[in-house]
C-alpha cells in the first residue's frame, strides 16, 4: 500500500477531488482500493481553514519503485496495522470438554427456580459482570473466536435503560440499577461517545476497536476522523447490534443481574447474583423490580473480567472486603461550563468558517497559581448537560451529544486534579466517600435538580438568580443557584483563574453569562484495582480487573482496549487448562 498525507481541501471537497490530488503526485500510474485513513480539520490559519487527509492506495505495479520515482516525503509506503484476537477455542477442545466447559443442558433463563442445575451448567464457562465498553468488548472478542462467555450486566438492556433515563430526566425519579451510569453501554452510552485516545496505536487494537463500532452501526468517519465520534442517538443502536452478535456467537448476556459476592472454592469462585426471579413475568417498563420479584443465585466460573464501571461503588467496597488490593488513584472533579455553540466556532474556525466544518471541539489546560491543574475534560460540541447521577441524594453531571451535534450550546467539564492529601485517610474507599461528599453538597444545593450558576455569580459568590444572555442546554431539571461554596476552595480557585486563562485561547471564554453547573466528579474511578502482569488479581487469580471502573482505563476506547487484552489473557488460561 502507498500512503498519501497532507491532501489539503476545502469543506465541501468531493472524492474526485482527493483521486485529482492523488493523481498529480503519482503521475497518473493506476491504483485501486482508495481509502481514507485519517481526516483532521487545520485552523491554525483562519483565513484559511481546511482539512488536512491522508489516504491509502494500491498501486497497479511496483510500489517500491514508484515511491523512489515520485521522490515526495507525503507519499510513502505503508503495512496498515492489523489487529487480530490470538486465541481460538478449536473443534478439538469443544469436542473434548463439551460437557465440562459447555455443557447446555439448560436452556432456560436466569433466576427461575425450576433451573437450579443452571450453576453447573455453567461452571468453566467465561464469566464477564458488566455491559460497558471493556465487558462488551470482551465478550466480543471471546465469543467470536469459540470461547462462549456468559455476561451479566446490573442494569437494563439499552431499549429499557433509555426510557428509565428519560423518565429520571423528566420526573426526577431515579432507577439506582438503570441509569446513565448503569445498564447496557455503560457510562459511555449517554456521552458523546468519543472514540479518541492519547496512547499510540501500536498494534492496531484502536483501529479495530473503531472498525468493529462502524461494523455495529456508527458513522464510517469514525475510522478514519483525528477525533471520531458516535453520538448518543446512534450508541443505542449499536449496543443493541453489539448484544445480538454476541448471543449469535454462543454467548449470554443476562441484564439485571448484579454482583453481590464472590467466594473461592477450591479450583473456581462461586459468583452470588442478584437476579430477577422470571424477567418475561415483568412489565418492561418497570423501573425497578419488587424485591418479591428477586433472589440470589450462584453462578460457578474459573475465569471472570470484573468490568464493573466507576461508579460501582457498592460493588468496590465487597470486593475490598473480600482481600481485593486496592489503592486510591488520581482523579479530578470540577464544573460543566456552556458557551453558544456559535460562539464557540467562530473561535475556532474563524466568522468566515464557523458554519462550514463540524461543531467545534476544544482542549485546554493551565497551570494555576495554587498548583492545581484545570483541564477541560469531555468536550461536548453542540450538546447537553445531563444528569448522571446514580445514587440517591447525590448530584453528578456529565456531557452528552448527539451525532449531529446540533445544539444551541457546547460544553465542556473544567476540571481539577486531586490529590493523595486531599483525601481524609488512607483507606482507598475513603476516595469513595470524599466524590460522595462533595456529590451530596450539590444536591442539596439544587434540592434534587442539577444546581446552575452564572459565571460571573461564581466569580463572586453569590446565588444567581436570572439567567443571562443564553439558555442552558440541559437533560434533567435544574434551578439557579451558588455553587462556589459548595466545592473545596482550592477547586473554585483554580477553575476561576483557568476560565480567565481561557479567554485568552477562546475569545470571550470567561463571559460572565458562561453557565456553569455541577458537580462533575465521575471523570475516573477513584481506586485502582491491583492486578499482576498476568492482568489478574494477585489473590485471585482467573480474576481480571478490567476497564474504567478497575482504574485501567479513561474513556470508550481505552476501556474497550483492555477488555481486549484481558481477554486475551483469559482464553490463554483456557486454552493451556485445556492442552494440560
Known sequence: MIRIDNINLPPDYTTEDIKKHIDKLLKHNEYTDLKIVRRSV??????????????????????????????????????????????????????????????????????????????????????????????????????????????????????????????????????????????????GTFSDGKLNTGNKDKDGIFKYINETFYRFGADESVTYDSKPHIGTDRLTTIMKNMRE?????????????????????DD????????????????????????????????????????????????????????????QKPFAIGLRIEHPRDMINAAQYGPKYKDLFPTADYKLTYHASNERAVFS??????????????????????????????????????????????????????????????????????????????????????????????????????????LKSCLPEYTADAIIEGIRYFSSKIEDFDNGDALLSGIESRTSSPVRIIRNEKLEAPEHPGIYPCGEGAGYAGGITSAAADGIRCAEKLAEKILERCRS
Open 377 to 482: 475534560f469531555c468536550m461536548c460540541p453542540g450538546g447537553y448537560v445531563v444528569n448522571a447521577s446514580s445514587e440517591e441524594g447525590c448530584m453528578t453531571v456529565n456531557g452528552m451529544s448527539e451525532s449531529k451535534r446540533d445544539s444551541a450550546n457546547s460544553n465542556s467539564a473544567l476540571v481539577v486534579n486531586i490529590l493523595p492529601e486531599d483525601i481524609p485517610g488512607d483507606d482507598p474507599l475513603d476516595a469513595v466517600e470524599f466524590q460522595r461528599s462533595l456529590e451530596k453538597r450539590f444536591y442539596e444545593a439544587g434540592n434534587g435538580c442539577i444546581p446552575l450558576q452564572r459565571f460571573e455569580d461564581f466569580e463572586k459568590g453569590v446565588k444567581t438568580v436570572q439567567i443571562g444572555a443564553f439558555s442552558p442546554c440541559i437533560k434533567g431539571k435544574f434551578v439557579l443557584s451558588e
Open 268 to 327: 473456581y469462585y462461586v459468583l452470588k447474583l442478584d437476579v430477577l426471579k422470571d424477567p418475561e413475568d415483568l412489565e418492561l417498563d418497570a423501573v425497578k423490580a419488587d424485591i418479591k420479584h428477586r433472589e440470589i443465585i450462584e453462578i460457578k466460573a474459573r475465569e471472570v473480567i470484573l468490568s464493573i464501571g466507576h461508579s460501582a461503588r457498592d460493588t468496590f467496597k465487597m470486593l475490598y472486603e473480600k482481600g481485593f488490593l486496592m489503592e
Open 42 to 187: 487545520d485552523a491554525r490559519k483562519k483565513d484559511n481553514v481546511h482539512y488536512n487527509v491522508s489516504a491509502e492506495v494500491k498501486l497497479k505495479g511496483n510500489e517500491e519503485k514508484l515511491v523512489r520515482f515520485v521522490n515526495n516525503k507525503n507519499v510513502t509506503l505503508t503495512k496498515p496495522k492489523k489487529y487480530s484476537f490470538p486465541y481460538q477455542f478449536s473443534e478439538q477442545y469443544s469436542k473434548q470438554f463439551s460437557e465440562q466447559l459447555f455443557d447446555d443442558s439448560t436452556e432456560q433463563k436466569i433466576g427461575k427456580k425450576s433451573e437450579s442445575a443452571l450453576s453447573e451448567s455453567k461452571i468453566y464457562r467465561p464469566v464477564i459482570i458488566g455491559a460497558g465498553p471493556a465487558g462488551y468488548f470482551a465478550a466480543t472478542v471471546l465469543a467470536e473466536n469459540g470461547f462462549r462467555p456468559v455476561l451479566f450486566e446490573r442494569g437494563r438492556a439499552v431499549e429499557e435503560r433509555k426510557k428509565d433515563v428519560e423518565t429520571f430526566w423528566e420526573t426526577g425519579k431515579l432507577s439506582p440499577e438503570s441509569n446513565v451510569s448503569f445498564g447496557e453501554g455503560g457510562a
Open 245 to 265: 452478535n454476541i448471543i449469535k456467537n454462543g454467548g449470554e448476556i443476562h441484564f439485571e443481574s448484579c454482583l453481590k459476592d464472590i467466594e473461592k472454592c
